[in-house]
Structures are given as structure tokens and as C-alpha cells.
């Protein structure tokens, strides 16, 4: 009989272990998605027993760093090198890298931060650090802790939808290797230029699955303009640059870009830059230090 109660004791103690070991919980993550101009959520499971409050919250910034650089084109630039947690505010800090952020994609990011962070029952607050440098406004004074009162939510979206537009985007057809058209009504700001628009439309890629992206899903627009005629385009070459190129090769990439800019009445000619870089091994074989016209003999008739 004793042995048989502790053969009972031993069996409850590895089976409440194992429990307690496999035991997970989702936790939701915020960001602020550009393509639909709102904050939004999504969850991850963590194992809330085997983890510290610390590990915590490098796993939900980790998560919602892999999801921004997914989803959204406010590139969290890494996750952080150190977390501390006193009292109940959570002190992150980053790498360098985060300077490389425009204004807006850093405000972008502490925004998901604070949201993420914030929702933990353990957290009302956050500061940020970069190598060990508190961060400031650009008047040099030191934002200090944030929480959802004291960041302001509407700045992050700056250019919120004012009229509607329609475009008209190319794509390329699977089994003719020629352009086709894609016809698609989107929201727009009048005083956001249209051409960021529709590399931002070809980015998300067609709505049709008879035809195929010409521009990766992580392609960022590092700068686009317009001016007599010629409109300068700089895009990121994302790991999955390659892959596109192999597939469907540099001259479809550049008509498909070129093509659809041009549809714009203003937009004549179409310059194209590669990380900041013109050199011939930028974008294959194609020379960038030309600029592009429209070619109407690769679309589909």
C-alpha cells in the first residue's frame, strides 16, 4: 500500500510538471500596418512558465519584429540587445541600426512597441535606448517612458485617406510571359505623391492568381519623386530580389515598374535605383544609369 501511494504521488507529481512545462499562453502584439493605415493585432504562443518576464518580452518584440518585417514597411531594425525590467517599465535597448529608420518608421515602431508591451499586465510603461543613449525629439530632449497616454497615436498616420483613385498596374501573365493590366480603386491622399502609391500597389502584387508579383513582398521604397518628367525610383533589394529575377528576369521587373508609372499623364521616363546604387551588377544585366520609356509590345493585347 505505501509503495502504491508513492508510486500515485510520484505519477501526479510528473504528470502536474509536464503540465505546467508544456503550458503556453497567446499574447497579443500591435503594428501599425501602412498598407491598411491602422493599428492592428495579431498573437503568438510563449511558454509563460519556462520564461522570465524578460524572455517575455524579447519573445513578443521578437515576434512583432518578424511580423513588421513581413507586413509592414516601418521596418523595426532589430530586435534589442537589452532588456531590463524595473518596477513595472521595461527599458529596451537597440543597436545603431535603428538610426537607419526615417522619422515616421521609428515613431511607427515605438507606437507597436508601447502598444505590445503595454498590454502585459506587469508593464505600464517603456524606454528606449539606442546603444545606451536614452532617445530624443529632435530638439534633443529626452522622451523619457512611454505608455498609450503620452504617444499620440494619430501622428502615425500622417497621410490619412482623402479622395478615391483608380490604377492601373501591371503584372506578369504566367503561361504568355507578357503584362498584363490589373484594374484596382484605392484610397488616396492628395497630397501623397501617386507614384509611391502604385509601387506600393505593385508591391502587394496581383489580386489574380493567374498572374505573378514583379516586385517581392519586402521590397522597401527608400525614395520616389517626379520632376520634369522623369520620375527617380530607389527600391531595396530584399532577399527574395534574387528569386524574382531568376524568375522572371530584370527586363519584366522594369517594364511591369515602368509600364504602370507611366500610365500616370506627367511621367514620361522612369529612372531606377537599387539600394542608393546604379552600378551594372545592381539589377543583373539591365544598365541603370538609363532612363526607361513606356514599352507596350510586352503587354498582353
Known sequence: MKK???????????????????????YKFFYFDVT?????????????VNNNREEIIYLLTEALYKKIDVTSKAKISSVPTIITLNNDI??????????????????LTRVALVYT?????????IEISID??????KNGVAIGIMNKENIILNLVSPNPPTSYQTLKLYF????????VPETRGIEVNKDFPIEKYIIQE???GPTSDKLLPILPADTIINYIATKNGVCQVDLSSGSSFKEILARDGEKMLVEAVVNSLTEIYYIQKVGLLID??????????????????????????
Do not use: W
Request: include cysteine; hydrophobic fraction near 40%.
Open 4 to 26: 502504491y501511494m508513492i508510486f500515485l504521488i510520484g505519477l501526479f507529481i510528473f504528470l502536474t510538471c509536464s503540465c505546467i512545462s508544456n503550458e503556453t499562453i497567446k
Open 36 to 48: 491598411k493605415n491602422e493599428l492592428v493585432t495579431h498573437e503568438v504562443n510563449i511558454d509563460s
Open 90 to 107: 521595461a527599458h529596451l535597448n537597440f543597436d545603431s541600426s535603428f538610426h537607419n529608420l526615417t522619422i515616421i518608421e521609428q515613431l
Open 117 to 125: 508591451l503595454t498590454n502585459l499586465d506587469f508593464i505600464s510603461g
Open 132 to 137: 545606451n543613449t536614452p532617445i530624443t525629439t
Open 172 to 179: 506578369l501573365d504566367k503561361t504568355t510571359n507578357k503584362l
Open 202 to 204: 505593385l508591391i502587394k
Open 276 to 301: 542608393g546604387k546604379r552600378e551594372l551588377d545592381s539589377l543583373g544585366i539591365i544598365d541603370l544609369n538609363l532612363l526607361f520609356g513606356r514599352n507596350e509590345s510586352v503587354i498582353a493585347k
